[in-house]
């Protein structure tokens, strides 16, 4: 330490710059040792060592030495003079400008420095891609914390330090991903304006990364459907599916502008649109599992075609897409929970358009007894468009069409979120 007590400025840079990036003086002591070459790290003491080591240079109790400076340039991705405050020339007796030793060294430093590492990348890949694949099985009120709390570690990397062009690149593509899953999630939990919110962030993320924007178009186009915005979520999935290269998802944007399309009431767009997605689906050697938010396999192709049919007067081809999609789980593919519930739903819908209550009650029986869990927005509110038809003039004196609507009521209440009238 200086005379006077005085903690030298370079003492409080390699502090200052170290709670920048929000770390503890042990990750500090981790990051240096991790930034040595093999050789040299095989040569280091003990990382409690380290961190004993930094506590005294932020403390100013003596300055780092040459090997302990050009980590520490390594990690913070500064140069000898930007930390230090001083830029040792190897040759003291030369008192020419050229660049030195230490100048090379610290340059070399600089475009090596990261805050992240391929291994980290992959980890945070692979654990986006493993929360979208568990997206029907998981309760979507744990599934958001686990998603939120991802796209936190991500914006702690991309906001606290600096990475290498390609890893930043990589970075956003993975946030991205996890906002447009977020996007969904929010929706399914009532939560339409934030959902929207991390759609349209969603994209940004994508089209910085220079990455795949289909996830996003697709969490748009269904939040603007929920918010009843059905121009705009018709418009937005038919230009996702223009920007999107084949792929589950593409399929899926097409029946996302077909139930668009179905709500306003353009028949012929809802019919064109759904042709379009028979043919994308058709041209899929994978259509994914059905419980990943992002395949399209045939229960949920089936599911957005019996949403379109019903909205355009087609019960008897909404009926053979259930057929399609019971066919598909007897022949053994596993079932997500709140899919086979809303088929359910349409399937009592087709029913009741076909005058035929006791086919509606036989449909809905089984699914009252799903799990308050996965009773969420896309299950309840779909119930609400089957509890509009029961209403009608025909079965209001029918005590099954009455019970019905009780039953309906309960599940509802037992539900994870509120009903408000959505329909998927």
Wanted: hydrophobic fraction near 45%; charged fraction near 25%; include cysteine.
């Amino acid at each position: 330490m200086t005379g006077g007590g005085e903690v030298p400025t370079w003492a409080i840079r390699l502090r200052d710059e170290r709670k920048r990036r929000l770390w503890s003086q042990k990750t500090m002591a981790v990051r240096l040792v991790r930034a040595a070459d093999a050789d040299t790290r095989r040569a280091l003491p003990s990382v409690e060592s380290v961190q004993r080591y930094v506590r005294g240079y932020e403390a100013g109790d003596h300055k780092p030495g040459d090997l302990y400076a050009q980590l520490y340039c390594r990690v913070f991705g500064l140069s000898h003079a930007a930390l230090f405050g001083d830029d040792p020339a190897v040759d003291r007796g030369n008192p020419s400008d050229a660049p030195t030793l230490a100048d090379a060294l610290a340059l070399t430093s600089w475009l090596a420095a990261t805050n992240t590492s391929r291994d980290a990348i992959d980890h945070l890949l692979e654990t986006t891609a493993r929360l979208a694949q568990d997206h029907a099985c998981t309760p979507a009120g744990r599934l958001i914390a686990d998603v939120v709390r991802l796209h936190g570690q991500v914006q702690e990397l991309l906001r606290s330090g600096k990475q290498r062009l390609r890893e930043t690149r990589e970075l956003f593509r993975v946030d991205a991903d996890l906002l447009a899953h977020a996007c969904v999630i929010l929706g399914d939990l009532n939560q339409d304006r934030v959902a929207e919110i991390f759609g349209q962030a969603a994209l940004l993320a994508a089209q910085e990364a220079e990455a795949n924007e289909a996830f996003a178009w697709a969490a748009l186009a269904k939040t603007a459907r929920w918010r009843n915005k059905f121009v705009e979520s018709a418009d937005l999935a038919r230009r996702g599916f223009e920007h999107s290269a084949p792929s589950p998802v593409r399929a899926m944007l097409a029946s996302y502008e077909a139930r668009a399309a179905g709500l306003l009431g353009d028949v012929r767009r809802a019919r064109e649109a759904l042709a379009k997605a028979e043919r994308a689906a058709d041209e899929l050697a994978n259509p994914g599992p059905e419980t990943c938010v992002w395949s399209f396999p045939r229960p949920r192709q089936a599911l957005l075609a019996i949403s379109v049919l019903t909205r355009i007067g087609d019960p008897d081809a909404a009926l053979q897409a259930v057929a399609t999609a019971d066919a598909t789980w007897a022949a053994g593919t596993p079932r997500s929970p709140s899919l086979w519930g809303q088929i359910r739903v349409g399937s009592e819908i087709a029913h009741l358009m076909k005058g035929s209550l006791d086919g509606a009650v036989e449909q809905v029986e089984p699914l009252l007894t799903l799990e308050p869990e996965f009773r969420m927005a896309t299950v309840t509110r779909y119930l609400a468009d089957l509890a509009g038809l029961l209403r009608q003039r025909r079965f209001l004196k029918s005590p099954a069409a009455v019970s019905l609507l009780h039953q309906i009521r309960e599940f509802n209440a037992g539900a994870l979120t509120e009903n408000s009238g959505r329909v998927n």
